[in-house]
């Protein structure tokens, strides 16, 4: 088992994980200017 594929793949999970809740409400915010542009036009 190799200590330092373990360490850099935990990191990565933890990145991964602190950068989704960022992402999320970004993606739906998007989403929802495109769709209110979309009804008032």
């Known amino acids: ?17 602190a950068a989704r809740p960022v992402a999320l409400p970004q993606t739906l915010w998007r989403y ?3 769709l209110l542009r979309d009804i008032n036009a």
């Open 1 to 17: 088992m190799n200590v330092d594929r373990v360490c850099s793949t935990r990191s990565a999970m933890l990145v991964a994980s």
């Open 32 to 34: 929802g200017a495109a």
